[in-house]
């Protein structure tokens, strides 16, 4: 007589996971509507006919359940720009301009979320911890994959940033790139992430202007910059 081992979640597991889908569904409303300080386990619960002890169940507090969101967005961004990345291009240069246009494009798609992930939620929240260190490093490193196929020959660190660049790279075990290009890197980040931010609170419109040059430029001149 032989038994079957079970493979895969149970009942059980599977409607715990659904429950877990659906309450940080209400919660990514909540965030679009209001932002962080917004976010409320209790009314949370009343959207989904919960009671809010039942609703602790599922996630022990709000920091638990604003974790869960900030990693799955840092997944998300980082599944966009290695869709990117990976799409047929003919050189690293129309692979940078790809990974540009997708960070760009998730953060105007998803503005709550690129908010979450880079400021800070809300007092006493730990925005770096080691697990959100860990998710926020996946989307960084596609980055680094693109530019170090970009290299400019004869790059080089700034001197007076040297050692924070290395021991950053120390930090986060990035080991396969140049200290050049993860400096660069850094910098091309700093680049689009201001140029995001601005975008997303209409700062460039309220101002008459587009910035989609502005995009095409940061990828040329990493490209063709020192």
């Known amino acids: 007589m032989t038994t079957e081992s079970r493979t895969g979640p149970g009942p059980r597991d599977r409607f715990r996971a659904q429950v877990r889908e659906e309450v940080k569904a209400?919660?990514?409303?909540?965030?679009?509507?209001?932002?962080?300080?917004?976010?409320?386990?209790?009314?949370?619960?009343?959207?989904?006919?919960?009671t809010g002890p039942a609703l602790y169940r599922y996630f022990a507090n709000r920091d638990s359940l604003l974790t869960e969101l900030v990693v799955d967005a840092y997944e998300a961004l980082a599944s966009a720009l290695a869709r990117a990345a990976g799409a047929p291009a003919r050189d690293?240069?129309?692979?940078?301009?790809?990974?540009?246009?997708?960070?760009?494009?998730?953060?105007?798609?998803?503005?709550?979320?690129?908010?979450?992930?880079?400021?800070?939620?809300?007092?006493g929240y730990d925005a770096h911890s080691a697990r959100l260190v860990e998710a926020a490093q996946r989307a960084m490193n596609v980055v680094l994959n693109v530019a170090n196929a970009l290299a400019a020959p004869g790059a080089a660190v700034p001197e007076n940033a040297r050692n924070q660049v290395q021991e950053w790279m120390e930090r986060r075990g990035v080991d396969d790139v140049p200290p050049a290009a993860a400096s660069r890197t850094m910098r091309l980040w700093a680049h689009l992430h201001g140029l995001v931010s601005l975008e997303i609170e209409d700062n460039f419109a309220s101002m008459g202007i587009d910035p989609d040059p502005f995009y095409e430029a940061e990828a040329g001149e990493f490209t063709h910059g020192p």
């Open 26 to 50: 209400a919660a990514l409303r909540q965030l679009a509507e209001g932002g962080p300080e917004a976010l409320s386990l209790n009314a949370v619960a009343k959207q989904l006919g919960m």
């Open 92 to 123: 690293g240069a129309e692979r940078l301009a790809a990974v540009v246009r997708a960070y760009r494009d998730w953060a105007r798609t998803e503005p709550h979320r690129y908010r979450l992930l880079f400021r800070a939620p809300f007092k």
